[in-house]
C-alpha cells in the first residue's frame, strides 16, 4: 500500500485540514496517509481519533504576524525542518503532501530527505512577503495540487516555472453528504440567509453589513455562524461598529455551531460576500442540502453557479451589487425556488467525497508510478 506523509503546519481549524481529514478516511485501505498535525492541536487530534486516522503530533510554530509568534516562528525554524526530515526518513512515505503556500517547511523538509513533494495550493491571495518565499521555492515540489482554476491562475502568474510541472492537478474541496442530505425546500417569512466561516478580513463581511443596510425594506435575515479567533478581534470590533453607523439589525453573529442538515435547514439561501477564495466549502456543503447560492465572483463559484442555474453571483465587490443580486433572488417565484434548490444539490455532485477521493487516489498512483 502507497504511504503519503500529509503535512499541516495549522492545526487551529479551517477548510484546508477538514479537507485532509476527509479524504484520508475515504482513501483509508488504499492509501496510507499519515496526517502531521502541530502539536497543541487537541480538538483536530480528536476529530482524527474518531475516525481511527493516522497522525503524527510534531511541535510545528505557525508563520504569524504576531511580533512574538514570529520570533517562535524564526527561532525553531531549522528545528523543526531537522524534526520533520527524521519523521520522514522513519516513516519512508512514497510521496509528501505540503498543504498552503506559508507553509514551508514541508517543502523544505521533503526535498532534504530526498522524497518527492507535492504542494497544495488553497488560496488565491497572499501577503507579498509570501508570494516572495513561494516564487523562491516553487521549483522545490515534484508538483502542485490547487483548490480551483483561479488558485492555478493565481500562482502560475507569481512563478512562470511551475507551468512545467507535469504532475499538477486541481483537486476540488470534498463534501461529506452524508452528514448534508438533500432539503426538500420552500420559502417562508421572513427569508433567512446563512453565512459561515472564521470572522476574517477576507470574508468581506462588511459587504454584506452595506448589503443589509440597503435591504431595510425587505423582511430578512442573515446569520454569520463562525468563531473569532483572537487575531481577529478587531475585525469583529470594527463590524460592531459598522453595524451600529449603518443601524443594521438584522445581522447577527451567532459563534461557532456544528453545521449539519438540522442546522441548514432553517435557512433558504447561503450568502458567500468573501473578497478572497479559492475552494469554499461552505458553499459546496450548502449546495449538498438544496441551499441556492448568493456570492461575490470568488474561486470557481461563479462557474458551478451558472453551469448548473443554481444561484446569482454579485458582479462587483461592493454593499450595492451584493444587496442586488440577494433582491434577484428572493424576488423569485415559489417555483422558481424549489428548481434551484434541485439545481443545487445536482451541483453538489462534483464535491461528493467519494468522487473527490477517487481523483485523489488516480493523482497518488499517477505522481507514485512516475
Known sequence: MYKVLNISEE?????AIGRIRIIANELKGRINTIIVVPKGSEKYVQSLERLNLNYKEVGLHPMTKDPWGALLYLAFFVPEIISLIRLMRKEKPDVVHCNGSWQIKGVIASKLAGIPAYWHMND??????????????????????????RTKSYYQSISERIKNKTSSIVLVAPVDRNLLSPIVRSRSSPVRLLMI??????????????????????????????????????????????????????????????????????????????????????????LASGLPIISTDVGDVKEVIEKNSCGVISEKLNGESLAKAIRTLIGQTEEEYKEMSKNAVIASDTFDKEQVAKAYLSFYKKVIGE
Not at 233 to 258: A, C, H, I, P, T
Request: proline share 3%.
Open 197 to 286: 466561516g472564521y470572522i476574517n478580513i477576507h470574508k468581506g463581511i462588511e459587504l454584506l453589513i452595506e448589503a443589509a443596510s440597503l435591504l431595510k425594506d425587505e423582511e430578512i435575515i442573515i446569520d454569520i455562524i463562525g468563531p473569532v479567533l483572537e487575531s481577529q478581534s478587531s475585525y469583529k470590533s470594527s463590524l460592531d461598529l459598522l453595524m451600529k453607523e449603518r443601524d443594521v439589525s438584522n445581522v447577527s453573529f451567532l459563534g461557532y455551531q456544528k453545521i449539519d442538515t438540522e442546522l441548514l435547514s432553517k435557512y433558504h439561501y447561503y450568502i458567500c460576500s468573501s473578497i478572497r477564495e479559492a475552494s469554499p466549502m461552505a458553499v459546496w456543503e450548502s
Open 11 to 15: 492545526g487551529r481549524g479551517g477548510g
Open 124 to 149: 488565491t491571495y497572499q501577503p507579498q512577503f509570501v508570494e516572495g518565499l513561494f516564487k523562491l521555492l516553487s521549483k522545490l515540489p515534484s508538483g502542485y495540487v490547487y483548490a480551483s482554476e
